[in-house]
């Protein structure tokens, strides 16, 4: 563990790694709509990694257009509404939201 971080933290460095990657790997462009399915850890991390273009951060024409995020458990909805997600929704409401340019 580098010096001047806590062991704590240190134990989501792998995680975080692996929703860095998810995120790299998908490819997603300013201005498309990311859906993200399951909002476990992985999911949280990789909603939050995908919000992070908020308007607040930069203008509204360089962030993604919109990060919905899905989940069968309410309490991980409400977290992922709280770390970003532009819409938390249960999976059945799928079909009835989007289109998603990357999922």
């Not at 010096?3 to 975080?16: E, L, Q, R, T, Y």
Request: charged share 15%; with cysteine; net charge negative.
């Amino acid at each position: 563990v580098p010096d001047g971080i806590d062991a704590k933290d240190a134990i989501f460095m792998p995680s975080v790694e692996t929703a860095l990657s998810l995120v790299h790997d998908a490819h997603v462009r300013i201005g498309e709509n990311a859906a993200v399915y399951g909002q476990g850890l992985i999911g949280l991390l990789v909603t939050s990694i995908l919000s992070m273009q908020s308007p607040s951060v930069v203008s509204s024409s360089n962030r993604f257009s919109s990060v919905t995020a899905f989940d069968t458990l309410g309490d991980r909805l409400c977290v992922a509404s709280t770390l970003g997600a532009d819409s938390a929704l249960q999976p059945q409401s799928a079909s009835d939201s989007g289109p998603f340019d990357v999922s």
